[in-house]
């Protein structure tokens, strides 16, 4: 879970969505054909894919001076795959706590609990104005 944690972080940022949006749209790309579809340096290109194909996001294939780049679909994938698992265990667990809480009463409670605090603070006020007026 902690390179997922790495890897959500890395999707935060929005330079990175743009480089993966501009990756999707074709198969393998050089870096300067992505420097096209975003508005950054060379240098900071650099440093955005380094990041992408250290988190295993990204794949490169270096010919000579150039990198072409591509998105690695098994990795994006398996993401996605434990993105879904915790949506579902977190469902499952929202389920469990609803059940619960109506099963046993503590919705019920809680309110009667909220009532009489207010009938209390009512009643100091009612106190309060009675006093004042005599």
């Keep these: 879970m ?3 944690s790495a ?4 999707l ?3 330079t990175r969505i743009q480089i993966l949006n501009s990756l999707s749209s074709s198969r393998h790309l050089r870096a300067k054909d992505v420097l096209g579809h975003v508005s950054i340096t060379q240098p900071t290109l650099s440093h955005h894919m380094n990041m992408l194909v250290k988190l295993n996001i990204v794949n490169v294939d270096k010919i000579g001076r150039e990198c072409f780049y591509s998105i690695n679909n098994d990795s994006v994938k398996k993401v996605i795959s434990d993105l879904e698992v915790l949506i ?3 469902s499952k667990d ?12 503590d919705v019920k409670k809680k309110n009667k609990t909220k009532t009489k605090s207010e009938k209390n603070g009512k009643d100091k006020k009612q106190k309060k104005k009675k006093k004042e007026k005599k």
């Design 88 to 90: 579902d265990d977190h």
């Design 94 to 105: 929202e389920t469990k706590m609803e059940v619960s809480s109506f099963s046993s009463g």
């Design 7 to 10: 890897i959500f972080a890395a």
């Design 2 to 4: 902690e390179t997922n």
């Design 12 to 14: 935060g940022d929005a």
